[in-house]
């Protein structure tokens, strides 16, 4: 056993990391737009040679709006799937029916906190920024894929939100206070969850057949594969967004040369960081040597 989850401990944990939405956004919160919102880490954008120190800045509160945009799709399918889960044995484990809805109840308060900041920054940015959706048709989507192949990507995203907060976040003093404290919340609540994705996997791997498996592979990277498809575009929309809030006219060249920067970071930010985690990889592991082999020759692409 790669781990020792189970639905009673992550019952008690949930309770003690709980919070409400007005510990994270008090009445009169604001974002201060002097500094990123996002670590460099995942934004990419201080490196790129050809934006002033003002513009990346910039680039990287939109990467900041992406961020608060993207989760909420992601939560919203997150949310349902959860439901689905639990529904069928209600009355088998009281923990599990409990930790279950608690995962969803939280959920549901990140889609409705994600939405609060999204709208606290298109109030104060001052212009507004493009987002791929809607959010229910991309849900629509996922959900229509093999629920192990759905439940995997939920498990990669989860894990992948400790890694952004854990490497990259807690220890950058020179993000926005308030930004950095929505990731910090957001990662508490997220560390059970991923501890019940891990569970809802293995619920789901069993009785299955190696072709059972490699069918759940096959659409795991059908689905990655389609939220890569959704990256490019939001990629260009964060650049559409840029050359609107600045002003700057980007050169034909430099456009593309940042199209495809940014895309590779999207790709790292939402995928790559979560197919190279280890708990994501022992998860995978412990389904077949097959499967994680599958996904670590393709994890070089999103690094
Ligand atoms: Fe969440
Ligand atoms: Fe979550």
Not at 217 to 234: K, S
Request: proline letters at 5%; aromatic letters at 8%; charged letters at 25%.
């Amino acid at each position: 056993m790669h781990h020792n989850f189970n639905f009673k401990d992550v019952l008690s944990a949930s309770s003690k990391a709980s919070w409400e939405i007005e510990d994270v956004l008090p009445p009169g919160s604001a974002l201060d737009f002097s500094k990123p919102f996002m670590p460099e880490n995942l934004a990419r954008t201080a490196a790129v040679p050809f934006l002033s120190a003002e513009e990346a800045k910039v680039l990287n509160q939109i990467r900041g709006h992406e961020y608060l945009a993207l989760f909420g799709v992601v939560e919203e399918f997150v949310l349902p799937f959860v439901l689905d889960h639990a529904r069928p044995q209600l009355d088998e484990d009281d923990h599990r029916v409990r930790a279950l809805l608690g995962f969803a109840n939280e959920e549901a308060k990140h889609i409705h906190l994600f939405r609060q900041f999204h709208a606290l920054f298109t109030g104060s940015f001052g212009t507004p920024c493009g987002m791929i959706g809607p959010a229910d048709a991309i849900g629509r989507e996922v959900l229509r894929h093999d629920p192990l192949a759905v439940a995997l990507v939920i498990l990669m995203i989860e894990w992948m939100t400790q890694n952004h907060y854990l490497d990259s976040v807690k220890d950058d003093a020179e993000l926005d206070p308030l930004f950095k404290s929505l990731l910090k919340h957001h990662w508490m609540e997220e560390a059970q969850h991923a501890k019940l994705d891990t569970l809802m996997v293995e619920a789901l791997v069993e009785g299955r057949d190696d072709a059972g498996i490699e069918r759940a592979i096959d659409e795991f990277l059908e689905i990655g594969a389609f939220l890569d498809a959704g990256l490019v575009d939001q990629s260009r929309m964060n650049l559409d967004s840029l050359e609107a809030a600045t002003g700057r006219r980007l050169s034909a060249r430099q456009r593309k040369a940042l199209e495809r920067q940014q895309h590779q970071a999207l790709r790292w930010t939402y995928l790559g960081s979560g197919m190279i985690h280890p708990k994501f990889v022992a998860s995978l592991e412990a389904i077949s040597p097959a499967a994680r082999d599958r996904i670590a020759a393709v994890a070089p692409i999103f690094a």
